[in-house]
Each structure stands twice: as C-alpha cells, then as structure tokens.
C-alpha cells in the first residue's frame, strides 16, 4: 500500500481524513453522517470494509457523528480514543465497538504505524490530536503527519509537536471580525474565542511565525467555520508564513468543498 493523505472535509460542520501507509488504512475522526462518509469513500475507490481502524479525537458530532455507520458496515473496525471519550459516544453508537483505549499523551502502534496522542486545550472531555510516523517506504522517506484542529489555544506540548510534523494540519477557525459581525450569541462567540475554544486565523499564523526550527513542507488550515471565515482571508495571512519558510506547501481547505484533497 503506497503512502496517501485524503482530507474528506475539515469545517466546523464536519472533519474527517483517512491516511494510507505502511500497510494500514486509518480514519482520522468520523465527523461527517453516513451517506457523506460514504460518498467520499467511494471518490476514493474504497468502503468502510476496507478500513483497519478510525481514530477519535473527542465527542463532539463534527468528529464522531458518522462512526454509527462505519460500524455498521465494518463491524470489526478497530476503534482508538481515550477512555472519556468513548464513555461520551457509547451510547450513541447503539453497537459493540471494538475499543482500543489509550491514555492521552502516549504512543501506541496501529499496524505499521505508530501514533502519540497529544493532549489538546478544548472543551471537551478530553480531547486530543494525533502525530502519526509513517515508516519509509519505497523511495519514499520517513514522514510525521499531525493532526491537530479544536484548540482555544497552543501550549507547550502543541508548539512541540506542531514543530515535529512534516505533514500539518492545522485549524484556523475563525476571522474575529466576522465572528464579531455574526448573529451568534455573545455566549457562543466567547466560548469560540476562549483558552479552550478554537484558533482564529490570527492566532494559527502566529503560531507558525513563533517558531523557531520547523520541519513542516505539507501545510493544511482546516476546520474553517462556514460563517465566520474565508478561505481567501487565511491564504492572505498565511503570506508571512510563505516569506519565513519557503519551502512549505499551504492548502486552505475550503469548508464549503466535499471533493477530497489528497497527498500522494
């Protein structure tokens, strides 16, 4: 099996993305309803059958609303979240799963792959992303591809492993004017803004500017909010990171695209 990066959508309406490598055939979050899932399999030649395992980031529907019907078609799927996070899904699910619990902050193998789960400030019961190490394969060298959307913030941890990854992908969630402009509650636009909300485009910018030594070439901004956002404006501010580091590959996923994005 060749090494590929599908993103099926990344908005705040849905996330999902399926990596191929090493053997192994892994769903990065389920955020989309069965029908969509399965569309967007099949653009890709493949079915739910065809997966090894689905890894949850955390509970909120835009992450795990389609695992009901993955599982339905692939009764055995391997699924990977942290002990919270499934004790939040179970029951939705309204199936035997086939758990595979980890601890937040540790490294553990699926297939030939192996994948550290890091610990990410949401509000959620514990949420995470995930750095995955895709062994070399063919002429192809080692590669790092991190997973990380849904943070109010970057810590510590976060700057550490967004620095690590070859392959990033990274939210930018929101463009503060237009979330201040929106009809949403002053509520829900606190929360959003907040240490365990989601990162605006600013903060995601700043973010990369901030580091120091990175190795990223594959650069994804993702989780766009339908409303409060615009491909248009990330790819503008995004022009400082292009100047600091000129061998990096920006794609600002559309939030409105259900087509795949794909890296071969």
């Not at 060749?2 to 099926?8: P, Q, S, V």
């Amino acid at each position: 099996m060749a090494f590929a990066f599908h993103i099926l959508g990344t908005s705040s309406s849905g996330n999902c993305s399926l990596l191929e490598a090493s053997g192994t055939r892994v769903m990065l979050d389920a955020g989309f309803p069965g029908p969509r899932l399965e569309a967007s399999l099949q653009k890709l030649g493949l079915e739910a059958r065809a997966l090894d395992a689905v890894m949850i980031t955390h509970e909120h529907s835009d992450h795990c609303i389609g695992l009901a019907a993955l599982l339905r078609q692939n009764p055995l799927l391997k699924v990977f979240t942290n002990r919270e996070t499934a004790r939040r899904i179970k029951d939705s699910v309204k199936a035997d799963v086939n758990w595979q619990l980890f601890e937040t902050g540790t490294t553990f193998e699926i297939g030939g792959l192996k994948v550290t789960s890091i610990p990410i400030p949401h509000d959620a019961a514990d949420p995470v992303g995930f750095a995955i190490d895709c062994p070399a394969e063919d002429a192809r060298p080692a590669k790092r591809l991190t997973w990380l959307t849904d943070l109010g913030h970057a810590t510590t941890v976060v700057k550490h492993h967004v620095a690590l990854a070859d392959i990033l992908v990274l939210e930018a969630n929101y463009d503060e004017e237009m979330l201040e402009l929106s009809k949403r509650p002053q509520s829900l636009k606190q929360r959003i803004k907040g240490n365990f909300g989601h990162l605006s485009n600013i903060q995601a910018r700043d973010l990369l500017l901030g580091l120091r030594e990175w190795q990223t070439t594959e650069l994804y901004l993702g989780h766009l909010s339908k409303e409060c956002n615009r491909t248009i404006i990330v790819d503008e501010l995004m022009n400082a990171v292009r100047d600091q580091k000129t061998d990096l590959r920006i794609t600002v996923i559309d939030p409105l695209e259900d087509n795949p994005v794909s890296l071969w």
